[in-house]
């Protein structure tokens, strides 16, 4: 799970390193739903089913505020998101991002609304983070290799093949 420092705006992902943040979103835009991994009060972790839409610069964490996941954030706010493949072939890959959770502010709440794929007519009982990338990493298939393309802030892109 990520780490504070250095972390950045799904914006500033894409602007260092735009084609890996476009390969990214298109694998998390492919199925409405993500898995995310936040951090029980115990150290545990906990996985959580969830929409994590990507746009206005921001990767989007909406949920409802009195759920566990928003109580965890609200406590630690490392998280885990996993696209989960579509199948076992991963030729379009399999995309994860780890970071920190920020809660969102009201110009955040106007914009993630106005942009939402169903309108919402009371965000009162929803709890709005926007995440802040401390890693993002996509595994594919590549002839007979394993590729794992992983981006840090600090670190930039880094790729292995695994034979």
């Known amino acids: ?51 994590a839409p990507i746009r206005d610069g ?9 759920s566990t996941k928003a109580a965890d954030l609200r406590r630690d706010p490392r998280f ?5 493949p579509e199948s076992g072939e991963l030729k379009a890959g399999d995309a994860r ?10 110009a955040q709440l106007d914009t993630f609304l106005r942009g939402h794929h169903h309108e919402i007519d ?13 890693r993002a990493v996509l595994v594919r298939v590549d002839d007979q290799h394993l590729v794992v393309e992983t981006w840090t802030p600090a670190g930039g892109l880094t790729e292995r ?3």
């Open 97 to 106: 991002i780890e970071g920190t959770a920020v809660p969102a502010d009201d």
């Open 161 to 163: 093949r695994i034979s």
């Open 1 to 51: 799970m990520g780490a504070q420092g250095g972390d950045v705006s799904w914006g500033g992902f894409a602007a260092a390193c735009p084609e890996l943040a476009r390969r990214v979103q298109q694998r998390f835009g492919s199925h409405l739903h993500a898995v995310m991994a936040t951090l029980r009060r115990d150290g545990s972790p906990r996985m959580s089913g969830m929409e």
């Open 58 to 66: 921001h990767l989007w964490l909406g949920m409802d505020r009195n």
């Open 122 to 134: 009371d965000a009162t009982p929803m709890a709005l983070f926007t995440a802040r990338i401390a």
């Open 80 to 84: 885990g998101l996993h696209s989960a």
